[in-house]
């Protein structure tokens, strides 16, 4: 799927001009919304705008919590232009009908942050009325596809501008507290593949399984110096990053001018989240993975997003608030 995450417009500020004693726009929307209102006069006559001037196409309610209870909402989402054109889907049938298919991108419900102005406005105001399992698609006009919150409609009007968007949307899921939900998904996932995971007691959110365990009486310190290969997976198996060419070939990754070879680990002993790979900083899921690994062994290292991308997510590969795997395989020596 191409991978669903948040669409980041920029905003410009619409000044305002006095005249005659009577404040007007300087036009830039006051042209938009013209064309706007045309087309919706024209597509769908006799609809009515929401409070703040979106257009609810068709809706159907969900059954279950209402999504105002909760901070995050997990969507699966389609969002195209005002001619039909699909900008972005999280649909993967409709991807590959569209030929825009990615082998690598992620196919599946996104997660949408209601609070602290996480979401578009227009968008917000639909979402935070429904309830899990509704769907709904709307027309949001351009100056509501902000980030920023005004007072009103006329305030969203003068302040922000953007694209106009047809959103079709379903609710999956919400929750209020994403690193315990991802936790607990990781945790039933792990359960039901790999049982032997062991959950780290110092840090939330990690857990590690042994595939090979190498010279356990013996363990890499500051003072080694040791390599490794590594590949990075989605927990749907999907490789988004590895430093094995044949792997990444196998995967749809690789490229010519990548480096694929083993990787210089540096530790910091007293500092997890300072170990380094090849002279460069990692997120601190994988940082910890590093600590596990035993001389000639292997492991798998699973975490939260929080250890990894967190709500950002990476590319078209990791979305917000993904939960990731790595495998690690000592090559010191070879």
């Not at 059954?63 to 105002?68: E, F, I, L, N, R």
Request: charged share 20%; aromatic share 12%.
């Amino acid at each position: 799927m191409m991978k669903m995450k948040h669409i980041i417009l920029a905003a410009s500020v619409i000044f305002a001009l006095t005249a005659c004693g009577k404040e007007v726009s300087e036009g830039k929307n006051d042209d938009a919304k013209l064309e706007f209102d045309a087309w919706i006069a024209k597509n769908h006559p006799g609809i009515q705008p929401t409070a703040l001037g979106s257009y609810i196409l068709e809706e159907t309610p969900g059954t279950g919590d209402p999504v105002a209870d909760s901070s995050y909402v997990r969507v699966r989402v389609t969002c195209r232009y005002l001619d039909g054109t699909v900008y972005t889907t999280t649909d993967e049938q409709l991807a590959r009908q569209l030929g825009k298919y990615n082998s690598t991108g992620y196919y599946g419900p996104g997660v949408w942050r209601l609070s602290g102005n996480g979401l578009y406005a227009g968008l917000e105001e639909l979402v935070s009325g429904m309830r899990i399992g509704g769907s709904m698609t709307a027309v949001i006009p351009g100056w509501l596809n902000t980030f920023n919150r005004y007072s009103s409609a006329k305030q969203y009007l003068k302040k922000a501008s953007g694209t106009n968007y047809i959103f079709s949307f379903t609710i999956v899921d919400a929750f209020s507290d994403a690193d315990r939900w991802e936790s607990d998904s990781l945790s039933r996932y792990l359960a039901a593949n790999y049982p032997t995971a062991v959950k780290d007691t110092a840090v939330d959110g990690f857990w590690h399984v042994v595939l090979e365990p190498g010279k356990e009486d013996e363990s890499y310190t500051s003072d080694s110096t040791f390599y490794i290969n590594y590949v990075g997976r989605r927990l749907d198996e999907v490789i988004f990053d590895t430093s094995i060419a044949d792997s990444a070939k196998v995967a749809g990754t690789y490229s010519a001018s990548g480096t694929y070879e083993k990787k210089r680990v540096n530790l910091n002993d007293d500092d997890y989240t300072k170990n380094t790979l090849a002279g460069s900083s990692v997120i601190k899921g994988f940082a910890l993975g590093l600590s596990k690994l035993h001389p000639e062994g292997r492991i798998l290292c699973f975490f939260i997003s929080s250890l990894g991308y967190g709500a950002s997510g990476s590319g078209s590969s990791i979305p917000s608030f993904c939960p990731l795997c790595f495998e690690i395989a000592d090559y010191t020596e070879e």
